[in-house]
């Protein structure tokens, strides 16, 4: 699958990419990507559509991403960046 990059309004630049493991129930629908920056590491689930169309709308997926491990606890504090 392919990889995306987008530079948000702050200079900061995101790689996007399909992470290897998906919800098995999952896997025909959706898509789980790792969202990366200089020490953050993110983690949202999209719909495959969303994903592999022509211009997927990254600011929205970024939005939607949680810190990594964050997603199972509700209102988890930002990630600091791993350099600090």
């Given amino acids: 699958m392919t990889?995306?990059?987008?530079t948000g309004s702050d200079g900061r630049t995101w790689v996007f990419r399909p992470r290897p493991e998906?919800?098995?129930?999952?896997?025909?629908?959706h898509v789980t990507l790792l969202v990366e920056s200089l020490g953050w590491?993110?983690?949202?689930s999209c719909l495959r559509s969303e994903w592999?169309?022509?211009?997927?709308d990254l600011p929205g997926l970024l939005a939607r991403a949680l810190p990594v491990g964050a997603s199972r606890g509700v209102g988890a504090e930002p990630d600091e960046p791993e350099d600090r």
């Avoid at 998906?22 to 629908?29: D, I, K, L, Y």
């Avoid at 590491?41 to 949202?44: I, K, L, N, T």
């Fill in 3 to 6: 990889q995306h990059s987008y």
């Fill in 22 to 29: 998906v919800r098995q129930e999952e896997a025909g629908t």
């Fill in 41 to 44: 590491v993110r983690v949202v």
């Fill in 52 to 56: 592999e169309s022509p211009a997927p």
